[in-house]
């Protein structure tokens, strides 16, 4: 039955061509019927949008890059339900930081894949002590990396008040 | 023969690479494997998870996780090339994009124990060397889930083969003569997989509106500057509480979950140089043992701690009256030395240590086998 539901919340979503002009409905199905833990969705909402606030609620349920948070009609029965304008957004911070811990992680990789390649094939043409110095450093960066990672101080304070 | 195992998950890798966690096994990962990191940095890829279990709700699995093996008789292959093969892997799953939008760690899993019961024959085998390539499915720059090259038997084949053929590996498809004439030469199979990977961009639509992650998207934000208003004393005595909690929090969170030491393929690369180093430092004392300690002792000793099937083993003479411990599966031969840092994939010092404990009667002092550090190798 929840399956059904999601499926029907997912295609809820009509464009239609009308004779007055190019209008928009969003069908939206908000439930609140509940069965033990589970609550059932068995009422249906409907609303007429222009194509303009249609784009407008779409640009509102994706991020910055295009990428679609949630659906349109769960924002709206979002925004409904909670009775103020809902903002949904990814941490973009929290992204920029992952993606530039991961690009450091895979250029140090190739660096090490270097010297080691390096390693096998001048043989014993190279001073160990050289490269644990690179390796020192390979390291120093790779914490700094890592330091990169920790709680941002907009974290901190919550977890700290809390 | 390669072969490749895909599954795909929400969450709980990270544990199994550090802790062994899985069921039916009640032993840590450090009994029985000796793990060397390969590619990219776990604690990097664990925030990323962390990020798309989230960020990311709606998504079933977070991440796929990919073992490369070999059969036994090419246990003994290189570091760098199972690293060549790990990238290879990567290269054609995830051929649509460049390696800076991948999460991805690997790390090879040696056998410290060397064999493992199967639990439905009751039989005793021989556990092999083999790879664990994770990849998270955010595409690190756009924020989207990443598209892995769908699965389609006669492609999977063919990269086989190709990767067979390029580490000079016998290919298990040959071994059936009947398969031989209807199956791909290793030209044909880079043929087939080139092909494969074309259709694939051809049929993947490109990701419109997408872009690299841009700063100043983030950067200048107007909800991060509501703190300007409040009285500025008040705002730094909280900062400097919150950000002393936080860090207490962080150390805590790396002590509990993997102390001051990170993966990574440069932990790899610190690890080679001491071995190379000490190997020459300790040249003498190395011949010493190979000489002096009995191979019977060192046979009984690596069953009774790491499960050795001695079966398989026997002392035979090499040159000139040396005695050598002869793998009747391989025909490889292993000095005392030989046994404990190639086949057990012990460290030199870890090596010289147990061996030195089979032979209390050879008279070493204690502080001769001294720690990398002390010989001013370890940061």
Redo the contacts between chains.
Sequence with gaps: MLENLEVKNKCGIVTEEGSTGCLTRATIHVNAKETGNNIRKTRVVSFRVTNEQYEGIQTMCT?????KLVTIAEYARHSTLAQRVTKIS??????????V?????????SI??M???L??ITSEKFS?VD??EV??H??AI?NK??LL???I?????K???Q | MTVIRISQNKSGVEDYLENGKKTGRTQHRGQFDVRVPL???L???K??NS?VQ??KKKWKDCYWHITISLPWEYHKV???IL?EMT?EVLEFYFHLYK??Q????AEIHYPKQQTSVDSKTGERKQRLPHVHLIVNK?N?????QLRILPYKKEVARAFQIFLDDNHGFKTHHYQNKQDKLVLPSPDESDMIVEQYKHWHRQNTPI?????K???K??LVRPE?LLDSKQDEKRKNT??A???????Q??NMHNQETNDDF?F???N???Q??ID??MLIEYKLLIEYFNKEVNLATVLAEAENQFGLNRDVFEISKFKKGVTVLLDKRTNHTYSAMGMAYEYLHMSVIQSLKWLKRMAPELEIEDDLIIEGEELG?Q?
Excluded at chain 1, 63 to 67: L, R
């Design positions: 991020d910055g890059f295009g990428e990814e941490n973009p911070l929290d992204r920029y930081r992952v993606a811990a991961g690009e450091m992680a895979t250029g140090i990789t090490v894949q010297m080691d390649e390693i096998d160990i490269l644990m390796v020192k390979l390291e790779q990396t890592e990672l920790r709680p101080s907009a974290e901190l304070s977890e700290a008040i | 590619l990219g940095n604690q990097a890829f925030e990323t990020y989230k960020h290189p570091q760098g690293r990238h390696k800076e991948i999460s991805a760690y955010l690190l720059w756009t924020g989207n990701e419109m509106r997408k872009q992650y841009a700063p998207n983030f991060w909280r900062w509480v919150s950000t002393d909690q936080a860090l929090n962080w990170s990574s393929s440069v790899a690369l610190r080679r140089l190379m180093q190798l940061m």
